[in-house]
């Protein structure tokens, strides 16, 4: 973890007093499986908490949270201790106000859902049909395989790859990309990880640059061609470069979440997996819930610019605040009987999974079109999956099963 803010030490004690329970979590309570109760309490006791832990604030409460991510609140991402920044570099989600508004604008028309549809609904279905072709014919008859590695992760992978026009040889190298970005997104005060995440954006940004290019001369169905044939984005091909990377990065381990958790929760869900697979159109609701009760980005970072009142708690400007998206989706005051999972909750899109405010998800009809696909897929050719091995999914800033190993039921 980087240092946030210099509080000073009475301010510090002061604060541990008035939120004790706040005072006692541990990084691992936000991301073992198991302590989710500890969440609930500080709902309950100290919505709005000072965390040490976190160098922090931390936000539990649902309506706390969208104070948090309202376009109205003084909060902004543009600060040197943004992790997601300095590995990624400046782009939508790591910019402010009107910034960030004239990167995102290019990209809203090609992620509408029509269009997704449209452009990606066959694509999603030809590579779930032929990864599970990959498996081999022994999968359809019982075979046992490891739902992330064979198919979740590849699936995402490559959908990330066809969207940007990368060919297949420079899918391959996504993922390594991938974790580099990632590695280093946490802090350990050692220098390789952001060396090796400077070198991958590096690499990727002339792999862009050249898609770019191609894109002009040969316009493609790609994302990247959409907009690099569009004259009205107003970005230069650097500032279209750095928000691809993006969408590479918010592609990947999301996605491979959104389908494993809707799984896993079917899973220990019997009567509601055979009710989806019965009738496909229920499945838009349990991905959707399967994202409220686990989402697969549970933890969202803002920084104050000003001092700010959130639910109650004056918060100095300056300072760290985390909403635990997984604490809001579980508020009894908002979802009732909040830890049942039901794909018919009439209010499960109302979850914070894809995030509020002016960085809500853009990828949000391209994630559920996707979920739908890779589901659908696995359903039609080996029907239903019985999970022979999985671990509880956790984690801090992605929640998923760690291991997941599945065999088509015969
Ligand atoms: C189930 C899958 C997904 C989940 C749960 C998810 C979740 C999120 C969340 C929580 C945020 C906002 C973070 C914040 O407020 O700081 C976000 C932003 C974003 N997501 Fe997704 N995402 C998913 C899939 C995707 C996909 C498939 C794409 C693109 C292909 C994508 C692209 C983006 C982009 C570009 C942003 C930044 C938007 C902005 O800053 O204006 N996401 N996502």
Redesign the pocket.
């Known amino acids: 973890m980087i240092t946030q803010a210099e509080v000073s030490e009475q301010a510090d004690a002061a604060r541990r007093e008035q939120f004790p329970r706040g005072a006692a979590l541990t990084l691992d309570d936000l991301t073992l499986a198991g302590r989710e109760h500890l969440l609930d309490e500080l709902r309950e006791h100290e919505p709005v908490t000072w965390m040490p832990a976190l160098g922090g604030w931390l936000v539990t409460s649902r309506d706390a949270a969208r104070e948090v ?1 309202s376009p109205a609140a003084p909060m902004t ?1 543009e600060v040197e201790q943004n992790m ?1 920044r300095n590995s990624l570099g400046p ?5 402010d106000g009107e910034s ?1 508004d004239a ?2 604008r290019p ?1 809203e028309a090609p ?1 509408r859902n029509r269009d997704i549809e449209l452009r990606y609904g066959e694509r999603i279905a030809a590579l779930a049909h032929r990864l599970i072709d990959e498996l081999g014919p022994g999968a359809a008859a019982g075979e046992p395989f490891d739902l992330g590695a064979r198919f979740a992760s590849p699936f ?1 992978v490559l ?2 790859g066809e ?1 940007l026009g990368l060919s297949l040889h420079d899918t391959e190298r996504i993922d390594g990309f991938y974790s580099d970005f990632a590695g280093a997104m946490e802090y350990s005060g050692d220098p390789e990880p952001m060396r090796r995440a400077d070198a991958a954006r590096a690499e990727l940004s002339a792999l862009l640059l050249d898609e770019l290019a191609a894109a002009r001369r040969t316009p493609g169905h790609s ?1 990247t061609s959409q907009v690099a044939n569009d004259p009205s984005h107003g970005l230069s091909d650097d500032e279209l470069a750095a ?1 691809l990377r ?6 990947i381990e ?2 491979q ?2 389908v494993m958790n809707t799984l896993y929760l079917l899973a220990e869900h019997p009567d509601q997996e055979a009710a989806a697979r019965d009738d496909r159109s229920l499945l838009a609701g349990a ?1 959707e819930e399967a ?1 409220r009760l686990i ?3 549970s933890f ?3 920084w104050t610019a000003a001092p700010v009142t959130i639910a109650g708690v004056e918060v100095p400007a300056h300072e760290f605040v985390g ?1 635990s ?1 997984l604490a809001a989706n579980r508020d009894p005051a908002h979802f009732d009987d909040p830890l049942r999972f039901d794909l018919t909750r009439p209010n499960a899109s109302r979850s ?13 009809h ?3 079109a ?2 739908t696909g890779a589901i659908t897929a696995l359903w039609d050719r080996l029907g239903r999956l019985r999970v022979l091995e999985a671990v509880e999914p956790e984690g801090f800033a992605f929640r998923k099963p760690a291991i997941m190993r599945v065999a088509a039921e015969r």
Request: charged share 10%; proline share 4%.
């Open positions: 991510l991402v997601v782009m939508m989600l790591t910019s960030h990167q995102r990209f992620f995402a959908m990330a969207l994302l928000q993006v969408v590479l990065f918010g592609a999301t996605i979440a959104s991905q994202r989402p697969p980005v969202i970072e803002r909403v998206v914070l999974s894809f995030s509020f405010g002016v960085h809500a998800c853009l990828g949000l391209l994630a559920r996707q979920t």
